[in-house]
């Protein structure tokens, strides 16, 4: 029995209902399950794909640097499990994992397609990260028909050469960093110049024309 919380635990609380991070709390506490292996139910298909600070078109290297923009997927069936943020420094003292993308579905083929989405729709810029393989591996026939084995990746599957730079994605993308930060700079707080109560500026008033 491992008795660790397995990094593909969310897949499990997915398909079942079940927060196991609760249910350990509860053992913690001396506490019970609170369900029995017989009422446990599975509904559904999940698949998580693991962010890592990697390059995938150079032996899967360690990438590091700062994040610079963080934009996570959102949607139906979308669950994001992070802490790194836009400003976020990656070390290469600690594990390259940066994210746990996992994507619901009533059906496999529904769950793939929100994955294909969240990838998509996934902007993390400042290092490289895992996300071209796992679209790469999500575009496999084989893997979309689910015939493959533990081998798969080291014997019939490989990423295609770095694609080459396209300047207007490239100009596009800066675009959207520099709006971003300028409106982040454009939003000020002040400090109200009232900064007491109406009751009072009416007794003040009161006052002073007495």
Known sequence: MNTRLQVEHPVTELVTGIDIVKEQIRIARGRKLSRKQSEVRLAGHAIECRINSEDPYNGFLPSIGTITTSILPT???????????????????YDSLLTKLICYGESRGEALLRMRRALEDYRLIGVKTTIPF????????????????????????????????????????????AHQQGQQT??????NVRDTSNWKWVGRWERMHR
């Open 75 to 93: 949607g139906p069936g979308v669950r994001v499990d992070t802490g790194v943020y836009a400003g976020y420094t990656v070390s290469p003292y």
């Open 134 to 177: 796992h679209q790469k591996l999500l575009d496999s026939h084989r893997f979309m028909a689910g015939k493959f084995t533990t081998r798969f990746l080291d014997e019939d599957f490989h990423v295609a050469d770095k694609p080459p730079a396209n300047p207007r994605i490239a100009a596009i993308l800066a675009t959207l960093v």
């Open 186 to 191: 454009a939003h000020i707080k002040q400090r």
